[in-house]
């Protein structure tokens, strides 16, 4: 059982800078692979961003390529969001979550956490 709990969110000017922060419980933090998922209002969960075990592959969803980017500190069982050069189309409810394997699907991860908020304003 892994459980994963998100901090970070807030409210930000556009342009501005965020880093969402997901810690989870348990010994076995290096062998899931870590995704960020967000849930815009009256939209589908989507994929975001995801880490690899080791950190060593990533992936980055092409809306938020280059203003995003997903990292890990498997010492502190801890993966992170740094979202830059935000816009109000970013807003949304931001998810971590674990999986086994390396998916950008929603359905393969086991694991989520509650959820951050993140506004943008204009």
């Known amino acids: 059982q892994v459980q994963l709990v998100e901090s970070g969110g807030g409210l930000v000017q556009a342009g501005g800078s965020l880093r969402l922060s997901c810690a989870a419980s348990g010994r076995t933090f290096s062998s899931y692979v870590m995704g960020w998922f967000r849930r815009a209002p009256g939209k589908d969960r989507v994929f975001v961003a995801l880490?690899?075990?080791?950190?060593?592959?990533?992936s980055i969803a092409d809306s938020v390529k280059g203003r995003f980017a997903i990292f890990r500190d498997n010492d502190k069982n801890t993966v992170y969001l740094q979202m830059n050069s935000l816009k109000p189309e970013d807003t949304a409810v931001y998810y971590c979550?674990?999986?086994?394997?390396?998916?950008?699907?929603?359905?393969?991860?086991?694991?989520w956490g509650q959820g951050t908020q993140v506004t943008v304003s204009s």
């Open positions: 880490s690899s075990g080791s950190g060593t592959v990533t």
């Open positions: 979550a674990a999986a086994k394997s390396i998916w950008t699907a929603a359905d393969a991860y086991d694991y």
